[in-house]
């Protein structure tokens, strides 16, 4: 998510600008408001302030000097970056490039998108480490260059490259020539939108990738992942140093925070692990150590069963890093794997229904269909919260990217056409007037693991407004889960004897 600055309001002068990330709309703004208080007073140098930084370097190719030109600018949705360019009038070597200006992110990110003719012009950005591929095609594209281009743009440039040896191959390898002959024709034919839909997928160990939303996209059509990123990824990235073996999970002397509920285990204390019970007890807090996934250092872990009414039992973990100030916390169900998943649909129809209870699983999709609302599963982790709650913290996270990356009354600058601009106003009004009771609407919680839940009021018995419905689990969800993998009777007489293969009905946490 995109991270909290301070307000801006209208156009500032450059020099009391704050932060040097400021979006194309405002710089155009800001020279222009400089220009004309330098004609109108006619003090100062003359000189008119510029975007573009420009630094004298090295040729790599002819090595004599050129010119390199930085501009630092933000991207509504997204974050901060640098834009760079290098030019060399003695060879005329040309080259482009971004680079991301923010930290790297605590968790890494993936982007699905199901493409469309009308998608090809939607913004992409690709950071270093990010990778690029199109499942339809088998294609990867390795980490690399960093752009800031759009669908379009990557599967022309993808295309080209492999073009530009084609004359070498079919001398040499005629069956590679062929097979790639196959691909560039399919990359032409998407780019041109004759082929659709196909799948892009961007893939970022350090989360500073993205590919553009819509507030139009269907339920399934633009997915985001967030996940923890492994020890290789982190040591790629600078993060973590993973040449010795990891050491004992303990809690290190310099870990005695006070202000944590509850209070960290005395540096001497074992973890209380409950070795000599195997069951986790409700109600008591345990702490374990883990690894911070923002600066790789030690911290803790803490780990509560509680028991929801009508419901069962879930279990609410919470990180915190007193190094780095990273922290989260989420929401786990307990038990088993049931045979089936589970869809709650809920009629909203003012305030109170605003204040029912709900726990949102990981692997749960929320929909509302008056709001054009779709949360695809993975993207809010488990929250146990209220729906005003849900809500509210889904629509300024979306907001927090669209329009306030510089703060309260950020309108998205000239990236934002006014188009899209209208219908993300229009989600917005529609959200807000949702969230203060005057706009109702049905909230649908689809979970393929019935590990989600809504209160009802009138429970045990039925609520008029809420229906609760099982439904079978299709195939793709089922892989997705590892459900198909999952082996829980006679896997010990099974072995070597293919015996015991079908999938159960349900099967056991």
């Known amino acids: 998510m995109a991270e909290d600055h301070q307000p801006n309001e209208g156009a500032v002068p450059a020099e009391t600008q704050s932060d040097n ?87 890494g990110a993936k982007y699905l998108l199901d493409a469309y003719r009308e998608d090809l012009g939607r913004q992409v950005v690709k950071s270093d480490t990010c990778t690029v591929s199109f499942p339809d095609l088998a294609l990867e594209i390795p980490a690399g260059r960093g752009q800031l281009t759009n669908v379009e743009g990557i599967l022309t440039m993808v295309a080209q490259d492999l073009a530009a040896l084609q004359e070498k191959r079919k001398e040499e390898t005629p069956e590679v020539y062929e097979k790639l002959e196959g691909v560039i024709e399919s990359l032409n034919a998407m780019a041109s939108g004759a082929q659709s839909p196909f799948i892009i997928a961007v893939d970022d160990p350090a989360g500073n990738s993205w590919i553009e939303p819509s507030p139009e996209d269907k339920h399934g059509k633009y997915t985001k992942f967030q996940y923890k990123r492994s020890s290789e990824q982190n040591a790629a990235l600078g993060l973590g140093d993973t040449s010795t073996a990891a050491p004992e999970p303990e809690i290190r002397p310099e870990y005695r925070a006070e202000g944590m509920v509850p209070a960290m285990p005395a540096a001497t204390a074992a973890l209380d692990q409950d070795a000599e019970d195997d069951n986790i007890v409700e109600g008591k807090v345990y702490d374990f150590p883990t690894e911070c996934p923002g600066c790789m250092r030690m911290c803790v872990t803490h780990m509560k069963m509680v028991n929801i009414p009508h419901f069962s039992e879930v279990v609410i973990m919470s990180t915190v890093c007193d190094a780095c100030g990273y922290r989260t916390n989420e929401v786990k169900s307990g038990g088993g794997v049931p045979g089936k998943g589970r869809r709650i649909t809920l009629k909203v129809n003012g305030i109170e229904d605003l204040k029912r209870d709900i726990l949102k699983a990981e692997n749960c999709a929320l929909t509302c269909p008056e709001l054009g ?46 188009e899209e601009k209208a ?80 999938k159960p009905e349900g099967s056991n946490g």
């Not at 509504?76 to 640098?82: A, G, L, M, N, T």
């Open 21 to 107: 990330f400021v979006d194309l709309g405002h710089q155009v703004e800001e020279i222009a408001l400089s220009s004309e208080s330098i004609e109108e007073t006619a003090t100062g140098d003359g000189k008119e302030p510029k975007m573009v930084e420009e630094i004298e370097s090295l040729c790599m190719n002819c090595h004599k000097e050129g010119t390199t030109r930085l501009l630092l600018t933000k991207i509504p949705f997204f974050r901060e970056i640098v834009i760079m360019s290098f030019e060399c009038p003695h060879c005329n070597l040309k080259n482009s490039e971004i680079q991301p200006a923010g930290e790297i992110q605590p968790l």
């Open 373 to 418: 609302l779709n949360v695809q599963p993975g993207t809010l982790g488990g929250r146990f919260t209220t729906i005003e709650g849900l809500l509210t913290q889904v629509r300024d996270d979306l907001r927090r990217q669209i329009f306030d990356a510089e703060g309260e009354g950020y309108e998205g600058g000239d990236s934002l056409a006014a």
């Open 423 to 502: 219908k993300w106003d229009k989600f917005f009004g529609d959200m807000s007037k949702a969230l203060e009771g005057e706009l109702e609407f049905t909230c649908i919680l689809e979970d393929p693991l019935a590990a989600s839940y809504v209160q009802s009021y009138t429970a045990p018995d039925p609520d008029q407004q809420m229906t609760v419905e099982d439904y079978e689990r299709t195939d793709e969800e089922e892989e997705h889960l590892g459900l198909k993998d999952i082996q829980t009777e006679d896997y010990g007489e099974g072995e070597g004897s293919g015996e015991g293969e079908d």
